[in-house]
């Protein structure tokens, strides 16, 4: 199993970026697919999900990020929009079959990390 976390970067705040997760060794279409960030000094959190019964957003970043997907790619995106000082972590990757939990997620990509500068 493979999840590659890409599109980390520098940007000013206000400003976008997008990220992909690109998976291997799994049935992608059956799992919910996630995203995690882990700022710095502080543990990991949860940020947005996406499976067949909709998408799942953190208050933090809601109206402000859009989670999508494309099964035929097996692949993940993320987009950020409006991005603040404090969205700055490494973000994650990850693919669950059951739950939304953070502990019932099986697979974890090796993250990327995203710096919003002022």
């Known amino acids: 199993v493979q999840l590659q976390a890409s599109g980390g970067g520098l940007v000013q705040a206000g400003g976008s970026l997008r990220l992909t997760c690109a998976a291997s060794?799994?049935?992608?279409?059956?799992?919910?697919m996630g995203w995690f960030r882990q700022a710095p000094g502080k543990e990991r959190e949860f940020a947005a999900a996406?499976?067949?019964?909709?998408?799942y957003y953190a208050d933090s970043v809601k109206g402000r990020f859009t989670i999508s997907r494309d099964n035929a790619k097996n692949t993940v995106y993320l987009q950020m929009n409006s991005l603040k000082l404090e969205d700055t972590a490494v973000y994650y990757c990850?693919?669950?079959?059951?739950?939304?939990?953070?502990?019932?997620?099986?697979?974890w990509g090796q993250g990327t990390l995203v710096t919003v500068s002022s």
């Open positions: 060794g799994f049935i992608f279409s059956s799992y919910t």
């Open positions: 990850a693919a669950t079959r059951y739950g939304l939990r953070t502990k019932d997620y099986d697979y």
């Open positions: 996406i499976n067949w019964s909709g998408t």
